[in-house]
């Protein structure tokens, strides 16, 4: 699994059923190195953290092979640029039926641990303008994988992460 980019965004609104929440979905491409810390990328805001961010969920993953899913629901422009699903990291690839909670990570000097796959939320649906993209994310059971970080670093585009360790508990 390679990054082929890194994201981070800045809280702002979006408007659901005449009201306004916070979030943090519309991501941009970072260039260069950027250090990710216990909370996640340097620079990445997070618009609710009562169900976003924090130690359990400071870094999120997607792979760019599964925008392909999405060519039938979600206008073709913006498919062609990463960062979309409100990505930290877009990796060429990645197979979430091969990731279990606890199984850690390298990237570089840092190391992460998969802490589950995402939650879609209503905002997600919001900004995808697909009204039913919560149930065609979870049908098609390629949501991405929530990462803590273990020990913070620095990342670039063209690492990938390996495996180093498979989770105990299963």
């Given at each position: 699994?390679?990054?082929?980019?890194?994201?981070?965004?800045?809280?702002?609104?979006?408007?659901?059923?005449?009201?306004?929440w916070?979030?943090?979905?519309?991501?941009?491409?970072?260039?260069?190195?950027?250090?990710?810390?216990?909370?996640?990328i340097?620079g990445?805001?997070?618009?609710?953290?009562?169900?976003?961010?924090?130690?359990g969920r400071?870094?999120y993953?997607?792979?760019?092979k599964?925008?392909?899913?999405?060519?039938?629901v979600?206008?073709?422009?913006?498919?062609?640029?990463?960062?979309l699903?409100?990505?930290?990291?877009?990796?060429?690839?990645?197979?979430?039926?091969?990731?279990?909670?606890?199984?850690?990570?390298s990237?570089?000097?840092?190391?992460?641990?998969?802490?589950?796959?995402?939650?879609p939320?209503?905002?997600?649906?919001?900004?995808?303008?697909?009204?039913?993209?919560?149930?065609?994310l979870?049908?098609?059971k390629?949501?991405?994988?929530?990462?803590?970080?273990?020990?913070?670093?620095?990342l670039?585009?063209?690492?990938?992460?390996?495996?180093?360790?498979?989770?105990?508990?299963?």
């Amino acid at each position: 699994m390679k990054i082929i980019s890194i994201h981070a965004g800045k809280v702002s609104q979006i408007e659901h059923q005449g009201k306004v929440w916070p979030t943090a979905i519309v991501k941009k491409k970072i260039h260069g190195p950027v250090k990710l810390t216990k909370q996640g990328i340097e620079g990445d805001e997070i618009g609710n953290p009562s169900v976003h961010g924090g130690e359990g969920r400071a870094l999120y993953a997607f792979g760019f092979k599964t925008y392909s899913l999405w060519k039938d629901v979600v206008a073709p422009e913006r498919l062609k640029n990463s960062g979309l699903f409100g990505e930290n990291l877009t990796l060429d690839e990645i197979d979430e039926s091969q990731i279990d909670v606890g199984d850690r990570f390298s990237i570089g000097d840092a190391l992460i641990e998969a802490t589950g796959p995402r939650f879609p939320c209503f905002i997600m649906a919001e900004h995808l303008g697909f009204a039913d993209a919560r149930n065609f994310l979870n049908q098609n059971k390629k949501s991405g994988v929530l990462f803590r970080v273990l020990k913070e670093g620095t990342l670039q585009e063209g690492m990938e992460l390996k495996l180093t360790e498979k989770s105990p508990y299963n």
